[in-house]
C-alpha cells in the first residue's frame, strides 16, 4: 500500500464571518468561524476564499492568526480588485467557503533562535502568525520588521522592547506584537511618525550590523511582501550568509496543486524547476527562487 | 447522506468496455496526476467514473511561464505549457501510487509531432493504464505550429499513428477552433478512435490595459468554464451525429458546474461528462451532480443513466 501522506489535509468549510473591520488603505481584517482550518493552520499557510459566487475562481489570503479554542482565523487584505472588493461587502453572519489550510509553512531551525521576520504590506500577516508561534516556542526569539507605504492596519504605540543597533527615529511598535513580548520596529517613506524612513532591508540591516558574529550566527530571516521587497530581503540575506525564507504570491486556480497554474521557476540540484506556489510553496528557500545577479 | 455513485448502480456505465461507477469524468490539466484533489478531505475518487491525467509528453516539459491562469467573465483562461515529467516518468513512479480500485485512469497523450504521439502513446500502452486520450489541440513544429485537432487531414494522421500504439481504448480530444468538427469526428473514425472527448478549450485573450500586455505569460490561453457551455454543448450534439451509428461514446465537456448542466450534456448525446474547471471552486460537486443525475433518473423513470444518452428532441 502506498503511503499517502497528503491525503485529507485541506479541509472544505462554510466559514461565518465574525466581524469584518476597514482600515486605511482599503485594508481588512476579516475573522472568520473556521474549526477545521483554525485547528491544523501553522504560519505561512493560506486559505482560498469563495469570495462571491459570481465568481469562477477562488482568492488565495493568508492566514495572520488562528484561535483553535475559538475555532476562528483572521485575516488583513487590500482590496485591489473584483474579488477582494466583493469579499469587502460581507457582512457578519454570512458565510464564505474556505478551503484551507493550504501550503507548506515556515520551518524555523531551533539552531537560529533570533527569527528576523520582515513583513512588508499585505505581507504581514504570515509574518504576525509566526511571530505567535515562535513566541511561545522557546529557544525563539523573534523580532520583526514590517513596512507599509499605507497606514498600518493598527495603531502605533511607542515600543516596549529595547533593541540595539538601531535609529532612534524608529521608536514605534505594533501593538499586538508588543503585548505578546515580541520586538518589532516599523519602517516606512512615508514619514509616519515613529516610524524608520525607508526600506525594511535599511532598517535589518542596523540591527544585523549592531549584533556580534556569535549572535549574527544564530540568525535565520523569515520574509513575505512584494515581490521587490523579497528580492531585496534575499540579497540582504545573502550578503550576511543567513539562511532565508520567503513567501510567494502567484495568480492561482485550483489552489490544491491540480492545475499547475501558479508555478515558481525554481533553481534545483537538478536545474530549474516550475513549482506549485500553492502546495510546493507559498513558503520557498529565498536562494531557490531569487538567484544572485 | 449525499448518493454516492458506488451505492447507486444507475450511474454506472460501460464506456469502449471500460465499468465506470458513474458518468462523472474528471478532465485533464485539472486535477495533475490523479491524487492532488485528494488533499481535500471528503473528496474522493471513487466517485468518479474516470480520471484523466496530465497532459504528458516524451521528453518532460517546464511549461509556461507566469501568469498561467486567471480569471475572465464566467470562466477562466490557462496556458500551462504541458509542464510534466515525461512519460516515462509518469509510467514508471506516477502510476504505481494510483489506487485503480478506487477508478479508472485516462493517460493524456500530447504531442509536437505525428511521431511523439505514436511513441508516447506506445509507452502508455505497456502500462496499466485504462485507456489513453489523444489531445490533438498540440501545434504541430513541422507545419508552422498549426494545431494538429484544426485540420482535418492531421487529426487523421495522429489518430492513425496512435491507434497502430495501442489497443486500449483510444479516446480523441476534438478542438473547438475549427469550422468542421462532425467533419473531423469523422475522419477520426475512421483512423481508429474508439472515443471522443468534447471539446477541448477556446483560444482567448485578456489585455492588461494598463500595461498593454496581455496577462497569460504565453500571451494566449484556453477558455474553459461555464462561459464555453453552450458552444460545447452544440458541439457534442453535432459530433453525436456522427457517432450515434456507430455507437461511439462520447466525453461531453466544458463549462459543467452542477447536476443540470451535466444532464443537458448527457440529453445532447454524451455518454460521460467532464468536470474541470468547476472544481476549482467547489471541489466536491461531484457527489453534489451524481446526487441529481441520479434524482433526474427517479423523476423521469429511467433506469440507466445511459438511456438519457442523446435523447434530444430538436423543435
Ligand atoms: C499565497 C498567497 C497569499 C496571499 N495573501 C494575501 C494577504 O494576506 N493579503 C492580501 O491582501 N493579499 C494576499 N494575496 C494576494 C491576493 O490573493 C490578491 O490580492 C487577490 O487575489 C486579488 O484579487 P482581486 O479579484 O481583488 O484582484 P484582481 O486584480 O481583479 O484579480 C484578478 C485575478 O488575478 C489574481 N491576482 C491578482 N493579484 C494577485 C496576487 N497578488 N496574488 C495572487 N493572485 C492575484 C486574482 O486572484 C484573480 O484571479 C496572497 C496571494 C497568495 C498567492
Ligand atoms: C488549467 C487547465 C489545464 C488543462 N490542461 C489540459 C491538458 O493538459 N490536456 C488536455 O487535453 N486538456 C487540458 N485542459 C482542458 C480540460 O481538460 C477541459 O477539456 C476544458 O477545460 C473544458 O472543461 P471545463 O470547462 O469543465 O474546464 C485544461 C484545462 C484547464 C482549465
Ligand atoms: S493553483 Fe492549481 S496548482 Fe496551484
Same mark, same amino acid.
Request: charged residues 20%.
Given at each position: ?19 469584518? @473591520?476597514?482600515? /486605511?488603505?482599503?485594508?481588512? #481584517?476579516?475573522? =472568520?468561524? *473556521?474549526? $477545521?482550518? +483554525? ?115 493598527? @495603531?502605533?504605540? /511607542?515600543?516596549?522592547?529595547? #533593541?540595539?543597533? =538601531?535609529? *532612534?527615529? $524608529?521608536? +514605534? ?121 | ?315
Amino acid at each position: 500500500m502506498t503511503d499517502r501522506p497528503h491525503r485529507d489535509t485541506i479541509a472544505l468549510e462554510d466559514a461565518r464571518v465574525l466581524s469584518q @473591520d476597514a482600515y /486605511p488603505g482599503d485594508q481588512r #481584517i476579516l475573522r =472568520l468561524a *473556521a474549526p $477545521a482550518c +483554525a485547528r491544523d493552520a501553522r504560519p505561512g499557510q493560506f486559505v482560498h476564499l469563495r469570495c462571491d459566487p459570481r465568481l469562477a475562481l477562488r482568492r488565495p489570503l493568508s492566514i495572520m492568526r488562528a484561535d483553535p479554542d475559538a475555532g476562528s482565523i483572521e485575516l488583513l487584505y487590500k482590496v485591489v480588485g473584483e474579488g477582494t472588493r466583493l469579499l469587502a461587502t460581507r457582512r457578519p453572519g454570512e458565510t464564505l467557503s474556505l478551503l484551507g489550510p493550504i501550503g507548506q509553512p515556515f520551518a524555523p531551525h531551533a539552531e537560529r533562535p533570533r527569527a528576523l521576520l520582515i513583513g512588508g504590506g499585505v505581507g504581514l500577516p504570515p509574518m504576525v502568525f509566526l511571530a505567535d508561534a515562535l513566541r511561545r516556542a522557546p529557544p525563539w526569539r523573534p523580532f520583526a520588521i514590517l513596512g507599509s507605504e499605507v497606514p498600518f492596519p493598527f @495603531d502605533l504605540q /511607542p515600543a516596549r522592547h529595547p #533593541i540595539a543597533g =538601531l535609529p *532612534a527615529e $524608529a521608536s +514605534a511598535a505594533m501593538p499586538l506584537l508588543d503585548d505578546w513580548g515580541v520586538p518589532n520596529r516599523l519602517a516606512s517613506r512615508q514619514g509616519y511618525p515613529g516610524c524608520f524612513s525607508g526600506y525594511v532591508t535599511d532598517l535589518a540591516e542596523h540591527w544585523l550590523a549592531a549584533l556580534d558574529e556569535a549572535a549574527r550566527a544564530e540568525v535565520e530571516v523569515f520574509a513575505c511582501g512584494p515581490h521587490p521587497m523579497l528580492a531585496a530581503v534575499a540579497d540582504l540575506a545573502r550578503r550576511w550568509g543567513l539562511p532565508c525564507q520567503v513567501s510567494l504570491e502567484e495568480y492561482m486556480a485550483c489552489g490544491v496543486g491540480g492545475c499547475a497554474g501558479c508555478v515558481v521557476e525554481v533553481r534545483t540540484p537538478d536545474g530549474p524547476a516550475m513549482k506549485r506556489v500553492c502546495v510546493d510553496g507559498p513558503v520557498f528557500a529565498a536562494e531557490q527562487v531569487f538567484f544572485a545577479a | 447522506m449525499m448518493t454516492s455513485p458506488a451505492t447507486d448502480p444507475r450511474l454506472a456505465i460501460d464506456f469502449c468496455g471500460l465499468a465506470f461507477a458513474s458518468p462523472l469524468v474528471l478532465l485533464s490539466g485539472c486535477v495533475g496526476f490523479g491524487e492532488e484533489y485528494t488533499r481535500v478531505r471528503g473528496f474522493s475518487n471513487r466517485d468518479v467514473g474516470a480520471v484523466c491525467l496530465k497532459g504528458t509528453t516524451l521528453a518532460p516539459r517546464l511549461g509556461n511561464q507566469p501568469h498561467r491562469v486567471f480569471e475572465t467573465p464566467c470562466g477562466m483562461l490557462n496556458a500551462i505549457g504541458l509542464q510534466n515529467p515525461g512519460v516515462d516518468h509518469v509510467v514508471e513512479r506516477i502510476l504505481p501510487g494510483l489506487d485503480f480500485a478506487e477508478t479508472r485512469f485516462i493517460a493524456n497523450v500530447s504531442g509536437s509531432t505525428v511521431e511523439e504521439y505514436h511513441e508516447v502513446t506506445r509507452r502508455f500502452d505497456d502500462s496499466p493504464i485504462d485507456a489513453i486520450e489523444v489531445n490533438i489541440s498540440c501545434p504541430n513544429v513541422k507545419e508552422g505550429g498549426v494545431a494538429f485537432g484544426n485540420d482535418i487531414a492531421m487529426s487523421a494522421q495522429v489518430v492513425t499513428a496512435c491507434r497502430q500504439a495501442t489497443r486500449k481504448p483510444l479516446i480523441i480530444k476534438l478542438s473547438p477552433n475549427q469550422t468542421d468538427i462532425a467533419g473531423n469526428a469523422r475522419a477520426c473514425l475512421e483512423a481508429g478512435a474508439d472515443a471522443f472527448s468534447v471539446i477541448n478549450t477556446l483560444m482567448g485573450m485578456a489585455i492588461d490595459s494598463e500595461r498593454r500586455r496581455p496577462v497569460i505569460g504565453n500571451n494566449q490561453g484556453g477558455l474553459s468554464g461555464p462561459a464555453i457551455k453552450p458552444i460545447a454543448l452544440l458541439k457534442v450534439h453535432q459530433v453525436y451525429q456522427v457517432c450515434r451509428p456507430h455507437g461511439v461514446p462520447i466525453i461531453g465537456q466544458g463549462g459543467v458546474e452542477n447536476g443540470r448542466d451535466a444532464l443537458e450534456f448527457l440529453i445532447a448525446g454524451a455518454s460521460a461528462v467532464g468536470i474541470g474547471t468547476a472544481l476549482f471552486y467547489d471541489p466536491l460537486l461531484c457527489r453534489e451532480i451524481n446526487a441529481t443525475i441520479a434524482d433526474y433518473l427517479t423523476r423521469h423513470g429511467l433506469e440507466r443513466v445511459a438511456d438519457l444518452t442523446g435523447t434530444l428532441c430538436l423543435n
